[in-house]
Protein backbone atom coordinates (compact mmCIF):
# COMPACT_ATOMS: atom_id res chain seq x y z
CA UNK A 1 0.00 0.00 0.00
CA UNK A 2 2.96 2.38 0.73
CA UNK A 3 4.00 1.91 -2.85
CA UNK A 4 0.75 2.82 -4.28
CA UNK A 5 0.48 5.95 -1.89
CA UNK A 6 4.00 6.83 -3.11
CA UNK A 7 3.72 5.97 -6.65
CA UNK A 8 0.52 8.59 -7.33
CA UNK A 9 2.04 11.38 -4.99
CA UNK A 10 5.20 10.79 -7.66
CA UNK A 11 3.18 10.97 -10.65
CA UNK A 12 1.09 14.12 -9.67
CA UNK A 13 4.99 15.41 -8.82
CA UNK A 14 5.87 15.04 -12.33
CA UNK A 15 3.17 15.92 -13.94
CA UNK A 16 2.62 19.42 -11.58
CA UNK A 17 6.70 20.43 -12.49
CA UNK A 18 6.34 19.69 -16.03
CA UNK A 19 3.15 21.86 -16.57
CA UNK A 20 5.22 24.53 -14.57
CA UNK A 21 7.87 24.44 -17.19
CA UNK A 22 4.38 24.99 -19.51
CA UNK A 23 5.14 21.39 -21.59
CA UNK A 24 1.93 19.88 -23.17
CA UNK A 25 0.02 17.88 -21.63
CA UNK A 26 0.88 14.93 -23.83
CA UNK A 27 4.82 15.72 -22.15
CA UNK A 28 2.87 16.45 -18.73
CA UNK A 29 2.04 12.48 -19.13
CA UNK A 30 5.19 10.99 -20.00
CA UNK A 31 6.97 12.83 -16.96
CA UNK A 32 4.27 11.77 -14.59
CA UNK A 33 5.03 8.20 -15.57
CA UNK A 34 9.07 8.39 -15.80
CA UNK A 35 8.83 10.14 -12.51
CA UNK A 36 6.75 7.38 -10.65
CA UNK A 37 8.03 4.45 -12.58
CA UNK A 38 11.72 5.41 -12.58
CA UNK A 39 11.26 5.64 -8.55
CA UNK A 40 9.79 2.14 -8.53
CA UNK A 41 12.65 0.62 -10.73
CA UNK A 42 15.62 2.32 -8.36
CA UNK A 43 13.51 1.00 -5.47
CA UNK A 44 13.38 -2.61 -6.84
CA UNK A 45 17.01 -2.70 -8.26
CA UNK A 46 18.44 -1.74 -5.31
CA UNK A 47 16.65 -4.43 -3.26
CA UNK A 48 17.40 -7.04 -5.66
CA UNK A 49 13.84 -7.65 -7.15
CA UNK A 50 12.20 -7.86 -10.53
CA UNK A 51 10.95 -4.26 -10.75
CA UNK A 52 7.25 -4.56 -10.78
CA UNK A 53 7.05 -2.32 -14.05
CA UNK A 54 8.43 -4.94 -16.05
CA UNK A 55 5.51 -7.86 -14.16
CA UNK A 56 2.35 -7.90 -15.31
CA UNK A 57 1.24 -5.56 -12.31
CA UNK A 58 -0.75 -2.65 -13.22
CA UNK A 59 2.01 0.30 -13.00
CA UNK A 60 2.45 2.10 -15.22
CA UNK A 61 -1.14 1.93 -16.57
CA UNK A 62 -2.24 3.88 -13.29
CA UNK A 63 0.33 6.58 -13.76
CA UNK A 64 -0.58 7.26 -17.32
CA UNK A 65 -4.35 6.66 -16.31
CA UNK A 66 -3.41 9.29 -13.27
CA UNK A 67 -1.40 11.92 -15.43
CA UNK A 68 -4.66 12.32 -17.85
CA UNK A 69 -6.63 13.10 -15.11
CA UNK A 70 -4.33 16.13 -13.91
CA UNK A 71 -3.78 16.96 -17.17
CA UNK A 72 -7.81 16.77 -17.83
CA UNK A 73 -8.82 18.59 -14.81
CA UNK A 74 -6.30 21.60 -15.91
CA UNK A 75 -7.69 21.31 -19.27
CA UNK A 76 -11.80 21.98 -17.75
CA UNK A 77 -10.43 24.97 -15.59
CA UNK A 78 -9.52 23.19 -12.41
CA UNK A 79 -6.89 24.34 -9.59
CA UNK A 80 -3.40 22.79 -9.62
CA UNK A 81 -3.89 21.53 -6.00
CA UNK A 82 -7.65 20.09 -7.33
CA UNK A 83 -6.26 18.67 -10.82
CA UNK A 84 -3.25 17.54 -8.24
CA UNK A 85 -5.37 15.43 -6.23
CA UNK A 86 -7.45 13.69 -9.27
CA UNK A 87 -4.64 12.66 -10.30
CA UNK A 88 -3.45 11.13 -6.98
CA UNK A 89 -7.03 9.84 -6.10
CA UNK A 90 -7.21 7.78 -9.52
CA UNK A 91 -3.42 6.56 -9.55
CA UNK A 92 -4.13 5.17 -5.75
CA UNK A 93 -7.41 3.82 -6.91
CA UNK A 94 -6.31 2.39 -9.63
CA UNK A 95 -3.31 0.75 -8.10
CA UNK A 96 -4.69 -0.14 -4.91
CA UNK A 97 -8.09 -1.75 -6.82
CA UNK A 98 -5.11 -4.03 -8.61
CA UNK A 99 -3.39 -4.81 -6.02
CA UNK A 100 -6.70 -5.94 -3.80
CA UNK A 101 -8.31 -8.00 -7.08
CA UNK A 102 -5.19 -9.47 -8.47
CA UNK A 103 -5.81 -7.18 -11.36
CA UNK A 104 -2.92 -8.20 -13.99
CA UNK A 105 -2.51 -6.65 -17.79
CA UNK A 106 -2.75 -9.59 -20.45
CA UNK A 107 0.63 -11.34 -21.90
CA UNK A 108 1.41 -12.82 -25.10
CA UNK A 109 2.35 -16.15 -25.28
CA UNK A 110 4.81 -17.48 -27.53
CA UNK A 111 3.63 -20.53 -29.04
CA UNK A 112 6.14 -23.39 -29.40
Known amino acids: MCDAVGLAVFVGIGVEKSMLFQDSYMVAVIMGVIT ?19 RREVYATACIIGGVFHTSALLFGASSEVAFLCCIIATLVIRLGAIRWNLSLPTFALDK
Open 36 to 54: GCGGGIIRDVLAREVPMVL
